[in-house]
């Protein structure tokens, strides 16, 4: 799996809220995740002044001139335009670069999965002002059921419009377009109950967060900017 792994953060659901622990009896099941440009800035930024510390660490480009006062205006620029913070993990509310979901259904027998389906892959992705960014479901779904428990995993990615390329190349060309995210969980059965393990490898910028049967998950928060011109060593157009 390539790119940076965060697969220490887990989330776990399926504790009763909204199943019953009735064996035999399909219960669904739901991911959602977000990757969105969160505020970059320090507070009060720009305020005409040199940049704060803070506001310089979330840039990045460290040593350069000229290079990074461009940096520095195009992430003043991307704060007014996106500044996301998601509160939830539902399309409609937007808030994200990149949206994906992932819904199943799991039959439960005592504490072993019986079965489990699930749909194809769903993907969205933001805006840019007026203009509608690009992406696909880059690996689908793929599940595997054995010794009682159902694995699965997918990646989606998304790029900026063409018409916005240029605003990166005039801070530094690069050859990775595509911020993504790959997906991989273990749904596992306790008396009756489907309980649900993920885990999360995603570009290293911009931030992604996890919601499970409409539960917040975890969130991991990336930075700094300058790693959208860090390119994957394995894959030249895709972020690391």
Known sequence: MVGVNTSSFTGLIGLGLLLSP???????????????????AGPGEP????????????????GL???????????????????????????ASGQ????????????????????????PVEAAF???????????????????LTDGKVAFSYRI??????SSIAAFTAVRPRSCIYIWHDVA?????????????????ASAFPSHSVWVDGKSQFSVMRGPFENLWKCDPTDATRVK
């Open 157 to 162: 990615r998304g790029r900026p419009h063409n």
């Open 65 to 91: 001139g000229q290079t990074r006062t461009d940096a520095y205006l195009f992430m003043l620029a991307t704060d007014k335009l996106f500044s996301e913070k998601p509160s939830d993990g539902e399309k």
């Open 22 to 40: 009735v064996t035999g009896t399909g219960k669904e099941v739901n991911v959602q995740v977000k990757s969105y440009i969160a505020h970059m």
């Open 126 to 144: 933001g805006k840019e002002g007026p203009l509608e960014s690009v992406g696909e479901v880059e690996r689908k779904v793929a599940s595997t």
């Open 47 to 62: 305020n005409n002044q040199p940049p704060s510390e803070a506001t310089k660490k979330a840039l990045g480009f460290d």
């Open 185 to 201: 969980g273990e749904v596992t059965c306790q008396g009756g109950v489907p309980s649900t393990k993920i885990s999360l490898t």
């Open 96 to 119: 994200f670069r990149l949206w994906s979901q992932l819904t199943g259904e799991v039959t439960c027998e005592t504490n072993k999965v019986k079965s489990a389906t699930f749909k």
